[in-house]
């Protein structure tokens, strides 16, 4: 069975970075949109970036400019390097890809990984 597996969580002070790596394994088929969610206490999930096959990419408005979502095709994993965080950035954050081109990112998830930013 496919799955996709984050890596890069963590604690890290108000200004610093972080980078969140996604890989897809298993029988996960060909994706197509790939993106980021975060969840924070108490607040729904939201869409904070997300890039196509051909490398399109959109990203929320509190993050524009701070974060940059990347990929590589050929090893089927999504990249988020986020610069200049703040505390607001603290939430769960899942992988998520679509199969269906097209498509929002959210045929499979991740399991999430937390970010942690202190002021």
């Known amino acids: 069975q496919g799955q996709l597996v984050e890596s890069g969580g963590g604690l890290v002070q108000a200004g610093g970075s972080l980078t969140l790596s996604c890989a897809a394994s298993?029988?996960?088929?060909?994706?197509?949109?790939m993106g980021w969610y975060r969840q924070a206490p108490g607040k729904q999930r939201e869409l904070v970036a997300s890039i196509t096959r051909g490398a399109v990419t959109n990203y929320a408005d509190s993050v524009e400019g701070r974060f940059t979502i990347s990929r590589d095709n050929a090893k089927n994993t999504v990249y988020l390097q986020m610069n200049d965080l703040k505390p607001g950035d603290t939430a769960i954050y899942y992988c998520?890809?679509?199969?269906?081109?097209?498509?929002?990112?959210?045929?499979?998830w991740g399991q999430g990984t937390q970010v942690t930013v202190s002021s």
């Open positions: 298993g029988t996960i088929p060909r994706t197509y949109a």
């Open positions: 998520a890809a679509a199969i269906r081109p097209g498509t929002r990112p959210s045929d499979y």
